[in-house]
């Protein structure tokens, strides 16, 4: 493990050709949660997002805490592959509910980074089966001048759809300067609607934090975030 999760016991790592399945002691089914990389990630980049030790410290995380954590590569190579990566997403989705360990009907999102705005059509039509969608670090909205399909994949507007939906988000005190604003914004929106938002703050963090090295305050939010899910899972 990266010294991120120096703490982290490893867990059975069941993989296959799409995805990895991070199983929990209990037996099944158990609530998902499904961890959704950011990006854009060249597509000749090694190790794959799957296999970097955060990810792989976050699915263990997930199943000591009773979770079945997935983990896997989606095809967001540069910032017009949006489609491409949503397909693969709601593709890991209906191939997790299906699993004997899962159960189908507690499913949860929790997007990084360039991944956020892959939630927004999740937050739009909140599908009997997700329980909750989670942030970290997020971009959640395009920049103006992008040519692609901004209403599907603008979670600022999408936030107030549905805003009995738990969400999380973990925000950095280092964080992208574009990505700030959306994030601002979501808060905003989702606040002004009423909607079940939990914030964390990590204000000594920068973005991508589970690659500096131990931080002791951030690797307290990560579990204080796992916690929620957790609860938001399990209500």
Known sequence: MADF???VAPVRRVRDDVMDVHHPEEAGPRPAVIFVHGGPVPEDVEPKPRDWEGFIGYGALAAAAGLVGITFNHRLHTDMHYPQAADDVAAVIERTRQLDVVDGDRIALWCFSGGGPIAASYLRTAPSWLRAVGFTYPVLAPPPDWPGDKPRFNAVEAVTEHPELPKLLVRVGDEYEFFVPTQDA?????????????????????????GHGPNPAARQAVDRAVDWMVAALNK
């Open 5 to 7: 999760f120096e703490d």
């Open 186 to 210: 979501f808060v905003k929106e989702a606040r002004e609607a009423g909607a079940d938002l939990e914030v964390i703050e990590i204000p000594d963090a920068a973005h991508g934090f589970e």
